[in-house]
């Protein structure tokens, strides 16, 4: 089945707020699920751009 939601898990350790935080510095926006768990929705006309902009910013988080 195709989905545009991804939903992962933080490994232990990382701050969920602080990755969130990161990530709409970046105008990425996702939301935490809980406990380390955090949803991404993607929209249907989401761009090659766009989604190399979200993979810069997660190669950009380093956990404190």
């Keep these: 089945a195709e989905t545009n939601i991804v939903i992962f898990t933080l490994a232990d350790g990382i701050d969920t707020q602080r990755f969130l935080q ?16 955090v949803r991404f929705v993607f ?18 988080f380093h956990p404190a």
């Design 22 to 37: 990161h990530l709409k510095n970046s105008d990425v926006y996702a939301l935490s699920l809980g406990r380390q768990l």
């Design 43 to 60: 929209h249907l006309d989401v761009s090659a751009a766009q989604v190399e902009a979200l993979m810069t910013s997660l190669r950009k």
